[in-house]
T-cell receptor
Framework: QKEVEQDPGPLSVPEGAIVSLNCTYS??????FMWYRQYSRKGPELLMY????GNKEDGRFTAQVDKSSKYISLFIRDSQPSDSATYLC?????????????FGAGTRLFVKA | DGGITQSPKYLFRKEGQNVTLSCEQN?????MYWYRQDPGQGLRLIYY???????QKGDIAEGYSVSREKKESFPLTVTSAQKNPTAFYLC??????????????FGEGSRLTVL
């Protein structure tokens, strides 16, 4: 079993839809949770960062962490064609360096105009 | 602007040749990393370096080599021993001091194709 599971998709939605992207994990020591957005043939860029459980909102994006269920989500409201990208979840127990950051496989999202 | 620069963006190699991918950062980060990305497999760690003149193998180091002679630079050599080198290679860096959250900053990537 992988430490982090993420459905690779692809996920196709119409413009304006609410998008829900999810990851599950098995390591209860994870306490830093990240979402990266990666456009085609580009490097990932950090989109959202959350520490421990709870919600964090940034514009149209909301990151949610449920440590009791070992489940994290990224919600995109009013999705736009420019949101079409691969979304990678990542998580870390912290303290040991970035080499301990574990990535999900990424979910490909297509937002149709 | 601070960031990570990878070059070349695209590289073609014949079987049996070694190639070196460049990675330079001006973020003053202590730690640097090389990842390989294949479709459906996410990011796999090849090598990482937490300090100058020191580096460690990641999960898939076989067939690769690195050096860290300067804080800003972390080149990756893909040797002929790497059985399946065609992939997208990503260099990253992170702050090493203080509370380390595991947040990584990535370059734009280098696409290597073996002919």
């Amino acid at each position: 079993q992988k430490e982090v599971e993420q459905d690779p998709g692809p996920l196709s939605v119409p413009e304006g839809a609410i998008v829900s992207l999810n990851c599950t994990y098995s390591n209860s020591a994870f306490q830093y949770f990240m979402w990266y957005r990666q456009y085609s043939r580009k490097g990932p860029e950090l989109l959202m960062y959350t520490y421990s459980s709870g919600n964090k909102e940034d514009g149209r994006f909301t990151a949610q962490v449920d440590k009791s269920s070992k489940y994290i989500s990224l919600f995109i409201r009013d999705s736009q064609p420019s949101d079409s990208a691969t979304y990678l979840c990542a998580m870390s127990a912290g303290g040991g360096g970035g080499f301990k950051t574990i990535f999900g496989a990424g979910t490909r999202l297509f937002v149709k105009a | 602007d601070g960031g990570i620069t990878q070059s070349p963006k695209y590289l073609f190699r014949k079987e049996g040749q070694n190639v070196t991918l460049s990675c330079e950062q001006n973020l003053n980060h202590d730690a640097m990393y090389w990842y390989r990305q294949d479709p459906g497999q996410g990011l796999r760690l090849i090598y990482y370096s937490q300090i100058v003149n020191d580096f460690q193998k990641g999960d898939i180091a076989e067939g690769y080599s690195v050096s860290r002679e300067k804080k800003e630079s972390f080149p990756l050599t893909v040797t002929s021993a790497q059985k399946n080198p065609t992939a997208f290679y990503l260099c990253a860096s992170s702050i090493q001091t203080g509370v380390n959250t595991g947040e990584l900053f990535f370059g734009e990537g280098s696409r290597l194709t073996v002919l």
